[in-house]
């Protein structure tokens, strides 16, 4: 498990440190502007089609009935085929509906720029067909325990969009803003051709091929189990990515710039949430599914333990030092060019208040993965949508008062609503059993010598500044 977490965590960093040179060169192309909060619009839309229909409910229901199915080539055959289709027609629907899709995706948008923001809505909606495929051929390789084409391909996208701004460089923000979403494509081509490449490599294009051949001559596989599961899935998955969705149209009642101090506190926030909770649940999560379809639900549990241990420490780690040095981070990374002072300290608090959802938003990763190995998508469909309406009344009782820093915290609220819910159907019993133990009060230990050690160092350099 460990190999595998490691393997994740050190592409997911190679692709995180490139994702920040992304957007230290975003930041200073476009600053925190209206040209800023259109691209970040047009990029959030597929990202959200991304992970509401690809990474999150996809591979959930998809890996499980693949670990079962016996056919497992024409099963392959059949949801790819069936996919493609529906991401192919839904990016058709929004190229002919562009102007109505921006609109709902940022009401407060003048007409003027909803009309400069929907070209760019139109090219980087094609990122969403790409990275399905990738998404598909990644469960494949994550069933054969081959995580590292995955972990590494997102760094395509970045240098693919690295390449663009330098491209873009002098560029007037429109233009540069345009080249940006060329890059955006460019990235979700490359990295579909790492995925070929690499199924091939290890002979899994051919059972693809084979499942497609067969599925020519009227063969069907037993899919019945995954559309349920996905649609469930599809729900389950959502209430992260639909917060974002809420948050960036709430913020476009907001003064200018709002959209984009909530994108850049959230890519800040994404890398410890992707570093360590994601490659880790990405790991462990065939492994727990091979072991509850043995019935060793024991072993099963000692996983879930040995990954909470891992992660509770990182993860907290990670809140203590973003929250304190959540200034120090912004202008380390964002301040020059069109970003000015003002920017860095909007940004740094709306950072704080993401930072307070880190450590249970990275749990709830984990303990969910108990219920979709089980086959439970209903039921954590269930707990999203009531995340989700937590989220949207706390969004709406607070961004008036506190701007896009109160969206960020009914964020983080919404994601501490989900881990209790996640551990409730776990059995409190049971993750008592996980967290009363001497590893956890060391690290809480390690912790508080750790939060004060940063504040005196951080004193300190003030001081010296």
Not at 447 to 457: G, M, P, R
Request: hydrophobic share 60%; with cysteine.
């Amino acid at each position: 498990m460990l190999r595998h977490f490691f393997t994740n965590s050190f592409g997911i960093l190679v692709s995180r440190v490139l994702g920040l040179l992304r957007d230290l060169l975003t930041a200073n192309a476009l600053g925190a502007s209206i040209w800023s909060d259109i691209f970040f619009v047009a990029f959030k839309l597929p990202n959200l089609f991304r992970r509401l229909f690809g990474e999150g409910a996809f591979t959930q229901a998809f890996l499980p009935n693949f670990v079962k199915v016996s056919k497992k080539g024409l099963f392959l055959a059949e949801i790819f085929l069936k996919f493609s289709g529906f991401m192919l027609a839904l990016s058709l629907v929004v190229m002919l509906f562009a102007p109505l899709v921006t609109k709902l995706l940022a009401y407060g948008f003048s007409p003027e720029t909803i009309t400069l923001a929907v070209p760019l809505v139109r090219i980087n909606f094609w990122y969403l067909l790409c990275i399905f495929v990738v998404t598909l051929f990644a469960s494949v390789l994550q069933y054969k325990n081959h995580f590292a084409t995955t972990a590494f391909s997102t760094a395509l996208l970045n240098i693919a969009m690295i390449t663009a701004l330098l491209i873009a460089c002098n560029q007037p923000p429109n233009l540069a803003a345009l080249y940006l979403s060329w890059g955006v494509v460019a990235g979700g081509v490359l990295q579909v051709l790492a995925h070929i490449i690499t199924l091939k490599k290890l002979n899994l294009l051919r059972l693809l091929s084979l499942g497609l051949a067969k599925f020519s001559r009227g063969k069907r596989a037993s899919s019945k189990g995954f559309w349920g599961n996905f649609w469930a899935g599809v729900v389950g998955s959502s209430a992260n990515q639909l917060s974002d969705f809420i948050s960036t149209f709430i913020a476009s009642f907001l003064m200018v710039g709002s959209i984009s101090y909530l994108y850049y506190a959230n890519r800040i926030f994404q890398l410890p949430l992707a570093l360590f909770a994601i490659a880790l649940s990405t790991a462990i999560f065939p492994k727990i599914s091979k072991q509850i379809k043995a019935a060793n639900l024991a072993n099963a549990a000692i996983l879930l333990s040995k990954g909470f241990h891992v992660l509770f420490f990182l993860l907290l780690f990670s809140t203590i030092g973003g929250v304190i040095l959540a200034k120090e981070i912004i202008w380390l990374i964002f301040e020059r060019g069109a970003f000015d002072t003002s920017n860095t300290i909007e940004t740094a608090n709306v950072l704080k208040m993401y930072m307070l959802g880190l450590l249970p938003y990275g749990l709830y990763k984990l303990f969910s993965l108990w219920l979709y190995a089980n086959m439970k998508q209903k039921l954590a469909a269930k707990i999203s949508i009531y995340s989700l309406v937590l989220n949207t009344i706390l969004s709406l009782v607070l961004f008036k008062p506190f701007g896009a820093m109160g969206l960020a915290l009914a964020g983080s609220i919404s994601g501490l609503f989900l881990l209790i819910y996640a551990v409730c159907i776990f059995g409190f019993r049971n993750f008592l059993d996980i967290i009363i133990c001497k590893k956890t009060l060391i690290t809480i230990f390690l912790a508080v010598i750790f939060a004060f050690l940063l504040i005196w160092i951080k004193d300190f350099f003030n001081d010296y500044l």
